[in-house]
Nanobody, 124 residues
Framework: QVQLVESGGGLVQAGGSLRLSCAAS????????MAWFRQAPGKEREFVSA????????SYADSVKGRFTISRDNAKNTVYLQLSSLKPEDTAVYYC?????????????????WGQGTQVTVSS
């Protein structure tokens, strides 16, 4: 079992930045691919970004490409999502997910473990 805990969310003005963190514990291993998804009120959960277990491959949704950056520190069992140039439409609960040996998988159904989420609110 892997436990994931997100942090770093908050309220920010449009154009601002935040850094989300996802700390993994339990049966942790650097062989887990990690991803971020988000869900806005009344909308389905959507893919944001993913990083392979080796950190050699990353993937981004078109809506965040060039503004968000995913990274990981395997020594700390933590994955990060740097959010920049935030827009009101980025407002959502952001979830971290993990899957063994995932290579930047975009499908939410592929992930085995999920965090509880952290709220990001961008004001206009």
């Amino acid at each position: 079992q892997v436990q994931l805990v997100e942090s770093g969310g908050g309220l920010v003005q449009a154009g601002g930045s935040l850094r989300l963190s996802c700390a993994a514990s339990g049966r942790t291993s650097s062989n887990y691919g990690m991803a971020w998804f988000r869900q806005a009120p009344g909308k389905e959960r959507e893919f944001v970004s993913a990083i392979s277990w080796s950190a050699g491959i990353t993937s981004y949704a078109d809506s965040v490409k060039g503004r968000f950056t995913i990274s990981r520190d395997n020594a700390k069992n933590t994955v990060y999502l740097q959010l920049s140039s935030l827009k009101p439409e980025d407002t959502a609960v952001y979830y971290c997910a993990a899957r063994a040996f995932s290579v930047a998988e975009r499908r939410s159904s592929a992930y085995d473990y999920w965090g509880q989420g952290t709220q990001v609110t961008v004001s206009s």
